[in-house]
Nanobody, 124 residues
């Protein structure tokens, strides 16, 4: 399975971006997926996850501002990001975990397949 992120860019604080993750070759139609972000010198942190029943979990720092969703017809995972803040800056990755996972699954070690990342920069 290959994961390819897109949609990153530079925006001012308060702006919006939508990230997409195109997937090819899934064994299951609705695997457990997550969005993570990383800045230099810091560990990769979970932003949002979605399970096979489309139950969603969000990091406290993005609740109410970010929305994770998937388009099954297009095999695409999306992350709508609104009211962006400078602290949202980082490289954003989509990742695949075991299909039938439940719960938040916010540990990067639980994911076995990663995209190459897309950069998001929030700055005035």
């Amino acid at each position: 399975v290959q994961l390819v992120e897109s949609g990153g860019g530079s925006v001012q604080p308060g702006g919006s971006l939508t990230l997409s993750c195109a997937a090819t070759g899934f064994t299951y139609s609705k695997p457990f997926m997550g969005w993570f972000r990383q800045t230099p010198g810091k560990e990769r942190e979970a932003v949002a996850t979605i399970n096979h029943d489309d139950a969603k979990n969000y990091a406290d720092s993005v609740k109410g501002r970010f929305t994770i969703s998937r388009d099954n017809a297009e095999n695409t995972l999306n992350l709508q990001m609104n009211n962006l803040k400078p602290e949202d800056t980082g490289m954003y990755y989509c990742a695949e975990a075991f299909a039938m996972y439940e719960g938040r699954r916010f540990e990067a070690s639980e994911y076995f397949n990663w995209g190459q990342g897309t950069q998001v920069t929030v700055s005035s």
